[in-house]
C-alpha cells in the first residue's frame, strides 16, 4: 500500500546534521507512527514520503525552510517571571511548550536575569539541514476514530 493522506504510517529513522551526527533515531526502538497529511511531521519529510511503498527506504536531505524553520530573532522575548507561573523553577536551558497564535511551540530559556526572564521560540533545530534515512514499515488505512483524534491508536501510537 502507498503512502496518501489519511494513511497511518510507521517509520523506522535517522536523523543527522550535515556533518553525519546522528540528532535522532528510531533504531532499536518502536517505529515512529503518524497519519499521513496532517502535518505531523516537518512538511519536507511528509512530502518526501507522499506516495512511497511499504518496504521502501529513502534517504532525504531537507533544507530548514522545509524543516523546523530557519532562525527568526522575532521569536526572542523577554517575560517577566511572574508570567510563567507553573513552568517550576526557570533555570537557563530549560524547556517547555507554550500555546501562541501559530499553535503550540517549543520554547527554550536562555537567560534568567532577575525577575526577567529571555526565551527563545526557535526550534532547536532551527537553520540545520536535516538529513533523514527512512525505512517504512507499515502503511494501513486510518480508522475513524484516529481521524477525529488526529493521532494513530495501538502499535507505536496512543493506548487509550
Ligand atoms: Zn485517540
Given at each position: 500500500?502507498?503512502?496518501?493522506?489519511?494513511?497511518v504510517?510507521?517509520?523506522?529513522y535517522t536523523?543527522?546534521?550535515?556533518?553525519?551526527?546522528?540528532l535522532?533515531?528510531?533504531?532499536?526502538?518502536?517505529?515512529?507512527?503518524y497519519?499521513?497529511?496532517?502535518?505531523n511531521?516537518?512538511?519536507g519529510l511528509e512530502k518526501?514520503?507522499e506516495g512511497?511503498?511499504?518496504?521502501?527506504?529513502?534517504?532525504?536531505s531537507?533544507?530548514?525552510?522545509d524543516g523546523?524553520?530557519?532562525?527568526?530573532?522575532?521569536?526572542?522575548?523577554?517575560?517577566?517571571?511572574?508570567?510563567?507561573?507553573g513552568?517550576?523553577e526557570l533555570?537557563?536551558g530549560?524547556?517547555?511548550?507554550?500555546?501562541t497564535?501559530?499553535g503550540?511551540r517549543?520554547f527554550?530559556?536562555?537567560a534568567?536575569?532577575?525577575?526577567?526572564?529571555t526565551l527563545?521560540?526557535?526550534?532547536?533545530?532551527a537553520?540545520?539541514?536535516?538529513?533523514?534515512?527512512?525505512?517504512?514499515?507499515?502503511?494501513?488505512?486510518?480508522?475513524?476514530?484516529?481521524l477525529?483524534?488526529?493521532?494513530?491508536?495501538?502499535?507505536?501510537g496512543?493506548?487509550?
Open positions: 500500500m502507498e503512502i496518501m493522506a489519511d494513511r504510517v510507521l517509520i523506522h536523523l543527522k546534521d550535515d556533518n553525519g551526527a546522528v535522532d533515531s528510531s533504531a532499536g526502538g518502536e517505529p515512529l507512527a497519519i499521513q497529511g496532517h502535518g511531521l516537518v512538511p518526501a514520503l512511497q511503498q511499504e518496504g521502501s527506504t529513502l534517504a532525504v531537507i533544507a530548514p525552510a523546523y524553520g530557519v532562525r527568526d530573532e522575532g521569536l526572542i522575548q523577554r517575560v517577566p517571571k511572574r508570567s510563567l507561573q513552568a517550576g533555570k537557563k530549560m524547556q517547555f511548550q507554550a500555546r497564535e501559530d503550540m517549543l527554550t530559556v536562555t534568567v536575569v532577575g525577575d526577567m526572564v527563545d521560540g526557535n526550534h532547536p533545530l537553520d540545520q539541514t536535516l538529513n533523514f534515512d527512512v525505512e517504512v514499515v507499515t502503511v494501513r488505512e486510518a480508522t475513524g476514530e484516529e477525529e483524534h488526529g493521532h494513530v491508536h495501538g502499535a507505536g496512543h493506548h487509550h
